[in-house]
């Protein structure tokens, strides 16, 4: 799959108002407009499994294997763990995308460093505040997250980021990892509205947060809010790459049918494009 994925990415061709948007796994996503492709929270080998154990292992191989990912523009970065911030995924793509550039959060800075990465392929841009990627036309707008606290720091600030990206006549929101907080949906109606919003939608329970997993929106929740933010699509992700730390799709499409039957939910599968026009 990795050749043919890799060619696809690189011959798409995007129309006005549109965006070529690929399933990486987890919350990885390729994100391809005019002017490049982005890459969000890619994670294509198997370092948490080697990290943390059999718990953790993979669903399923990676659609494309980091040094064939020649074509990356920006790599953007939610946070620093592991199945978002892989080292073993970026270390490769670092050098097969040599022009590429790494937008994250200061808590990333150290291990971006750690890899090689020079300081003038990073970028920290402020929060909640757009920035135009150089060489394109995508502005990019960090947003808290609360991976179940809303850390903050002084010198590196935010420590969980989703990105609102405007590309093309068409608004992307990643979530990252994260949960409702309070003054989240105010926050979020003040900024341009998604088109489509890829959501972490894995849930969370007790007996997952005891053996140390953070979970993510619950089905009913993130229903609820594709209606109160009307969003046009939802892509749930978060919840296909470790089989132990997954719900059953089925749960998710019968909250949104119970909530807000009308709703466009796209299942984007592993390797899978989704060419939104709006």
Known sequence: MTQQLKTQIEQTPILPNSLAIWGLGQMGVAIKGPEGVLYIDACLTDVVREE???????????????????????????HEHLDHLDPKTIGPISKASPKAKFVTT?????????LDIADDRTIFPPILQPTVLPGTTCRVTPVPAAHYGKDFDEQKGYRWLGFIIEWNGVVFYHGGDTLVYPGYIEMLKGLPRADV????????????ELVGV??????????????????????????????NNAIPFGHIIEAFENVTPRQKLKILQPGELYYYVK
Request: glycine letters at 8%; charged letters at 15%.
């Open 197 to 208: 919003a890829m959501i972490a939608l894995n849930g969370r329970d007790y007996f997952r």
């Open 52 to 78: 943390f154990g059999e718990f953790w292992v993979r669903g399923y191989p990676p659609p494309i294997l980091p040094e064939a990912a020649s074509h990356v523009s920006y790599y953007l970065i939610s």
């Open 106 to 114: 200061g808590w990333c800075k150290d291990l971006l460093a750690d």
């Open 214 to 243: 953070l979970g993510n929106f619950m089905p009913m929740e993130a229903a609820h809010l594709a209606q109160e933010l009307g969003w046009d699509v939802v892509i749930p992700g978060h919840n296909d790459l470790f089989p």
